[in-house]
């Protein structure tokens, strides 16, 4: 059973499509942070960014950005955030890759600041170790 962007791709329910191309759709969050909130999802149901292709990806960064500056050149938007929630411990609630643009205004309050924790430099050279094996 496909994900509701699947309908939204078929044209089986509405939404608010702004882009289209081979690769991509991208369409306004029906629950935004501000007006102009959009998501680019690639065609083809990917899960999210484990499971999508580097060019699929690319592509969804490109869309992203020319859609960062729409924002900012139609609806002033001062600063844009690009989000992609992978997995539902990452807050992920629908299993189709998308990528959230968010539009920013100064001191808007949109998002509280990210948990941070103090690590050790033992702690960070160990970690980076790992990930460049
Ligand atoms: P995420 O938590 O990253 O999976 O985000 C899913 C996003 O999809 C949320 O921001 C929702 O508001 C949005 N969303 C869910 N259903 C629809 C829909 N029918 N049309 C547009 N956006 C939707």
Redesign the pocket.
């Given at each position: 059973m496909g994900t509701?962007f699947e309908k939204?791709i078929a044209r089986e329910?509405p939404?608010h499509i702004i882009y289209e191309d081979e690769m991509v759709v991208a369409?306004?969050?029906?629950?935004p942070v501000h007006l102009g909130h959009a998501?680019i999802v690639p065609k083809q149901p990917f899960v999210n960014a484990f499971d999508a292709p580097g060019d699929t990806l690319a592509q969804m960064m490109k869309v992203g950005s020319l859609i960062a500056k729409r924002l900012e050149t139609t609806l002033g938007a001062e600063g844009v955030n690009l989000i992609m929630?992978n997995g539902a411990a990452a807050?992920?609630?629908?299993f189709h890759a998308?990528l959230?643009v968010v539009p920013r205004y100064q001191d808007d309050q949109a998002f509280t600041s990210p948990h941070r924790t103090e690590v050790s430099a033992e702690d960070l050279a160990a970690t980076a170790e790992k990930l460049r094996a």
């Open positions: 509701i939204i329910i939404a369409f306004l969050d029906i629950k998501l929630n807050g992920q609630e629908v998308h959230h």
